[in-house]
Antibody, heavy 122, light 108 residues
Framework: EVQLVESGGGLVQPGGSLRLSCAAS????????MHWVRQAPGKGLVWVSR????????NYADSVKGRFTISRDNAKNTVDLQMNSLRAEDTAVYFC???????????????WGQGTLVTVSS | SYELTQSPSVSVSPGQTARITCSGD??????AYWYQQKSGQAPVLVIY???ERPSGIPARFSGSSSGTTVTLTISGVRAEDEADYYC???????????FGGGTKLTVL
């Protein structure tokens, strides 16, 4: 069974940093592009970032560009999201999600983790 | 920026057909995808590439496309189908992933 498990969420002050991690089991992560998607409390889904299967072409939503960095370690079957200069509006549940492709221009999410909550507040 | 527009809510009685629509200018050129999200759970892919159904998704879920509108149809709605449904596509200019605002399906 494919499983994605996020960790690293928590309470952080505005301007602070947090590093999220997503660990995969039941699949070879190096075959797939990976994404982060977030959902603010009571709100809809918002795409945050993606990275190709080989670690190339990281891409970011405008709202996080320059503050967040996505990376992956295929040997460890993990993908991380380093979040700096956090703002109150970054408060959300962060999901990692698996794209069925490793590269290419169709982007969607075949499986999702259960999410980790990030709260940015003083 | 590119937007996908969904109606906020749809209500149907059990056994009826629910239709959830999503509109976007680029939908004639880009595929649409649909996700079901039940309260407190992660989303689940129910339709991909406009009309395709992943394995394990009941046949009562179907997708269609016409011009700038895509539709998720749930035939013979069951109480367990009550959830938020999100459409998703890609902004052709930026290649950013875009979600619709979500439609809350209530089973009366």
């Amino acid at each position: 069974e494919v499983q994605l498990v996020e960790s690293g969420g928590g309470l952080v002050q505005p301007g602070g940093s947090l590093r999220l991690s997503c660990a995969a089991s039941g699949l070879t992560m190096s075959d797939y592009r990976m994404h982060w998607v977030r959902q603010a409390p009571g709100k809809g889904l918002v795409w945050v970032s993606r990275i190709n299967s080989d670690g190339s072409y990281p891409n970011y939503a405008d709202s996080v560009k320059g503050r967040f960095t996505i990376s992956r370690d295929n040997a460890k079957n993990t993908v991380d999201l380093q979040m700096n200069s956090l703002r109150a509006e970054d408060t959300a549940v962060y999901f990692c999600a698996r794209d069925p492709a490793g590269t290419g221009t169709e982007y969607y999410f075949e499986s999702w983790g259960q999410g980790t909550l990030v709260t940015v507040s003083s | 920026s590119y937007e996908l527009t969904q109606s906020p809510s749809v209500s149907v009685s059990p056994g009826q057909t629910a239709r959830i629509t999503c509109s976007g200018d680029a939908l004639p050129k880009q595929y649409a995808y649909w996700y079901q999200q039940k309260s407190g759970q992660a989303p689940v892919l129910v339709i991909y590439k406009d009309t395709e159904r992943p394995s394990g998704i009941p046949a009562r879920f179907s997708g269609s496309s016409s011009g700038t509108t895509v539709t998720l149809t749930i035939s013979g709605v069951r109480a367990e189908d009550e959830a938020d449904y999100y459409c998703q596509s890609v902004d052709s200019d930026t290649t950013y992933v875009v979600f619709g605002g979500g439609t809350k399906l209530t089973v009366l």
